[in-house]
């Protein structure tokens, strides 16, 4: 969100200076000389399409990963928006960043691609510009469409119509087939530079056929030839996401200078550390379950117990029993479980759970020295040995980590989730087989991304792999309806989306599961069925709805659920 922010105010600073100069300038009929007459090649009023492309695609991932934290707290994975306490204008900068950012570069890239009757670089834009659009619908529920981005046109149309999102899923599922129709289309033109596929119309295509999907699965519930719709999407012609090499992901540096490396790297391990708190209750569900990506999603940073006895150790401990080795409870259960031993090592150990619950409320004292942190996956920190001891990330020597990690936005394991969810609904398929194949991908992803990032990692047992998968799979066989099943399926997506949070959330409005998360403590409002379109959208544009949604009562065009605590 931060170099969303950038963005902007670079934007409202050539604004500005525009509106400045216009107002400078006298009328042609006044004017002594004509200084419209000569064309500046220092500064075109187009960009060359070549230019644009890799510049929206960054723009395009720092403002997803931007959105990601805000979901990932509304599911209970961190502690961000957790009690759902939006302002008006909370996410003022993820609007206005989208339709004066990388939208508009796309934008400019289909218009330009259009007249240049560059049909590759035509097909990538128009498969960006719906992914833009169904986030937008999926997060906002209503947005311009039809006519966006007319704002700098010669007939200005600085008040653009809402669209219904039912109508604008409708017109990106036409984008999507005009821009597999252009990629297929014979072309002479390579795409380059390319960041996300490296020009390889095979994998845009794949991922034309992935969002397809996706958005399949996601309007299910209103969709009565949904099962047909679903199996055709999963049968596309050109494939789905089935891997690393066709994984849509963005991909970190390790470089410093300019800063290259993933956010949540440098929100935790470098000085100023403020990454938030990691959310207490799915640490422990991991932790219980004996998950073997527990240690490659955290990272310890306490190296003692906090002395309760000292008014600062006492003043920096997660409060509501969020600090776990004090909670007879939690030892009986970890006990039982055999995760835990009533030992020094085993209560040194319980020491780095230090996290919060969802929806405190409570203060925030200086405790970055304490807090878990992200650890190898995704942001390429750093592995958390059981048996090792902890390490302060923000001070003291030691390996700190590369930075270099990903932000998984639309991948194979997904699909293996979204595809067991339509089995089990629809009664088609192997949707046990399904969902074994997806929990075996993401561990084995998270495993091998783990030990190709941190010399220190340690690949889990084959033995203790199996049996976590058959302790899930036992489970699941005992589930008593395809429903519960599907309960099931999405508690392990949950799981998966760590570092995501766009499926959990989809996921919680679609079908209300998965059931066993832990409800927030505090609540500012009902869950957020959406997110609220910016007031400033409201004052500015006189098309805008009026009222506008009420985000916590008014739902998404798919979302017949309406979920509630």
């Known amino acids: 969100m931060k170099n969303n922010m950038k963005n902007i105010n670079r934007w409202i600073a050539g604004v500005s200076l525009a509106v400045a100069l216009s107002f400078a300038s006298c009328t042609k009929e006044t004017d002594l000389f004509d200084l419209d007459i000569n064309v500046d090649p220092n500064n ?192 596309a012609t050109g494939g789905l996401v089935t891997g690393t090499a066709n994984d849509f992901t963005w991909k970190y540096g390790s470089q410093i200078s300019p800063e290259l490396r993933h956010p949540w790297y440098t929100a935790a391990y470098l000085a100023n550390m403020d990454f938030t708190y990691v959310e207490t209750d799915m640490m422990w569900k991991l932790f219980l379950n004996k998950d073997p990506r527990f240690p490659f999603y955290y990272k310890r940073q306490a190296t003692r117990l906090l002395n309760q006895n000292d008014p600062t150790d006492r003043g920096a401990t997660p409060v509501q029993g969020a600090y776990l080795v004090l909670e007879k409870s939690i030892w009986q259960a970890g006990i039982a479980a055999g995760v835990l031993s009533p030992t020094k090592s085993d209560t040194l150990f319980m020491a780095g759970f230090f996290g919060r619950y969802r929806g405190d409320q409570s203060g925030v004292p200086q405790d970055q020295d304490f807090r878990t942190a992200p650890g190898v996956y995704p942001a390429a920190g750093l592995y958390d040995d059981r048996n090792g001891s902890a390490i302060l990330l923000r001070s003291g020597g030691g390996n700190k980590g590369r930075g270099d990690g990903i932000s998984p936005f639309m991948t194979s394991w997904m699909v293996k989730f979204w595809q067991a969810e339509a089995e089990l609904a629809y009664g088609f398929g192997d949707p046990r087989a399904t969902i074994e194949a997806a929990i075996r991908e993401h561990i084995t992803y998270v495993v091998n991304f783990g030990l190709s990032k941190d010399a220190t990692a340690k690949a889990p047992a084959a033995a203790d792999v199996t049996a976590y998968v058959n302790k899930f799979l036992a489970d699941y066989d005992a589930a008593p309806s395809a429903e519960a099943k599907i309960n099931a399926v999405l508690s392990q997506a949950w799981i998966a989306g760590w570092g995501n949070g766009f499926e959990a959330y989809n996921a919680m409005r679609r079908t209300g599961y998965p059931t066993t998360l832990r409800p927030p403590i505090t609540l500012n409002s009902q869950f957020a069925l959406r997110w609220p379109v910016p007031a400033t959208e409201a004052t500015l544009n006189k098309n805008a709805p009026s009222p506008l949604p009420v985000y916590y009562q008014e739902p998404v065009f798919w979302d017949v659920v309406k979920f509630k605590f």
């Open 44 to 235: 075109p009023t187009k960009g060359s399409v070549k230019l644009l492309l890799p510049e929206a695609e960054r723009r395009m991932a720092n403002w997803l990963n931007g959105l990601v934290q805000t979901q990932m707290g509304a599911v209970g994975q961190i502690a961000a928006s957790d009690s759902y306490g939006y302002g008006v204008n909370s996410f003022y900068g993820t609007w206005s960043s989208f339709y004066t950012g990388w939208g508009k570069d796309v934008d400019e890239i289909i218009k330009a691609a259009t007249e240049a009757k560059n049909q590759p670089y035509l097909g990538v834009a128009q498969a960006m510009k719906a992914y833009g659009f169904v986030t937008m619908v999926d997060l906002f529920g209503t947005c311009p469409f039809t006519e966006a981005f007319g704002g700098n046109l010669t007939e200005q149309n600085i008040s653009p119509k809402f669209d219904a999102g039912k109508d604008i899923y409708a017109a990106c599922y036409k984008l999507l087939d005009d821009a597999t129709a252009n990629l297929n289309a014979a072309s002479s033109i390579s795409i380059s530079p390319d960041i996300f596929y490296s020009g390889s119309k095979a994998n845009w295509i794949r991922f034309i056929n992935t969002l397809r999907l996706k958005m399949k699965i996601t309007e299910r519930k209103v969709n009565t030839n949904a099962k047909a719709d679903i199996q055709a999407a999963l049968a």
